[in-house]
């Protein structure tokens, strides 16, 4: 049986000569649920647009983008494993995306291509709107050195908090991280030997690391017992929804985030970057929580 969201889009779709294009590149991308939650969007905001998937393999990358650039696709997102080799065939890289150095948002305006981050700015939008309104004077630990941490870091930054303190198994690669973005406020790379006394006096401690995911969900990345109740807990993964960090964090009387907010916001603002019009989150969500169940 269609679900309300189906029902929704299907009253309301019109294909025409007029319609834009958008889509989602990763390898692999069948699981992706941007297609469902951008194409919900563009019907909530009445914009003639249909959002679709490409399976796209690393060979064939500079083919996709000669082809956004021939067809005139307006917007594009990317996921694993292009997000830094797809810089190479873009016009301009954003100032963000060049300090994150990925890509996950690509704007077409009349044939020139320029590349956006929108990941770490998502997250941030997502703690803010969720769980804690001013991040300004906030002592904050990111768990985790990666990828993802790099994008969550860089956009903290803007957020004047009192200090970024990145903990990592790796300890050299959160050294690295944290010098790399020292020119922005006070972050520091340490150990994760060093996290039960930096989680003491943490307002926010976001998990940044696959520790805990599906199917993985017995582990978590700190013991809650090293948190201060009060404080924030947050986690970047979404399968599932609660991981085994948020439920001891929430016994030990802290405000959890999970992650599903981080990827409802990444796409809010590509929507946004895209159309120029406020993003219908709260839609948005509805559509990704309805393909979840
Ligand atoms: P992503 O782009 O998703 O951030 P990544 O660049 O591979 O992925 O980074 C994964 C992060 O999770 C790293 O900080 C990694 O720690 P190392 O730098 O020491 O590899 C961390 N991580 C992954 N599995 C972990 C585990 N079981 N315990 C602790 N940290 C882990």
Redesign the pocket.
Known sequence: MASSADSKLEMNVRVDSNTVLFGVIGDPIRHSKSPVMLNRAFREAGVNGIYTAFHITTDKLGDFIAGVRAMGIRGVNVTIPHKLDVMNHLDRIDESARAIGAVNTIVNDNGVLTGFNTDGIGYVRSLKEEAETSLAGKHIVV????????GIVYALTKESPASITIA???EQ?AIELASSMREFTNVKGVS?DQLQSVCADADIIIN????GMFPNVD?S?VDAAWLRPGAVASDIIYNPMKTKFLADAERQGCRIHGGLGMFIYQGAYAFEYWTGQPAPAAAMREAVLDAFR
């Not at 768990?143 to 790099?150: I, V």
């Not at 940044?208 to 520790?211: G, K």
Request: proline fraction near 5%.
């Open positions: 768990l985790g050195a990666g990828g993802a941490a790099r990592n198994r790796t690669r994760n940044t690391t696959s520790t582990e990345p």
